[in-house]
């Protein structure tokens, strides 16, 4: 903490003959000051930023029940709708739009506390999407392993 000396009779502009000095405490300045065009994409996207496990919690989310949705439908497990090209024209389609409808309220310097609400908070959103991932990896492991999609099994 750093402290600044000031003295009073230079306030007031009386003179004592022993003038006393107050000690008054500044709190240090570590603060980056902010740029002037709001959030910058670097910091959104940063390791500990708030972009990147949402957008990927968001993407695995919708993954996990397509998957099972086009499984159920057409027999087809998910390596086999990875491999197709149709599957990942679609995949990439979807990615972009998703990735940017998360990237605007965070660019724009909203946090995802804020925009959470009293039944789905911001931490119930990360752990759908952290199971979500999990799942997608289940389903390509299952079919993998067993040879058959998780939904014929």
């Known amino acids: 903490m750093k402290l600044t000396a000031t003295d009073p009779t230079e306030e007031t502009g009386a003179s004592s003959p022993s003038p006393s000095l107050t000690l008054t405490p500044v709190a240090p300045s570590n603060t980056?000051?902010?740029a002037a065009g709001g959030v910058k994409l670097l910091d959104v996207f940063a390791f500990s930023g708030p972009a990147p496990?949402?957008?990927n919690g968001r993407l695995a989310m919708l993954g996990f029940v397509s998957?099972?949705?086009?499984e159920a439908y057409n027999g087809g497990g998910i390596l086999s709708q990875a491999g197709s090209g149709s599957g990942m024209a679609w995949f990439a389609a979807t990615a972009a739009v998703f990735s940017t409808a998360s990237l605007v309220p965070?660019?724009?310097g909203e946090s995802a506390e804020a925009r959470s609400g009293a039944f789905m908070s911001a931490n119930a959103k990360l752990w759908?999407?952290?199971f979500a991932m999990l799942g997608l990896v289940?389903?390509?492991l299952t079919e993998y392993l067993t040879g058959a999609p998780f939904v014929n099994i």
Do not use: F, T
């Open 53 to 55: 496990e949402r957008i």
């Open 67 to 70: 998957a099972l949705a086009v």
């Open 106 to 108: 965070l660019l724009s």
């Open 32 to 34: 980056k000051p902010k």
């Open 138 to 140: 289940a389903l390509a």
């Open 128 to 130: 759908n999407g952290r």
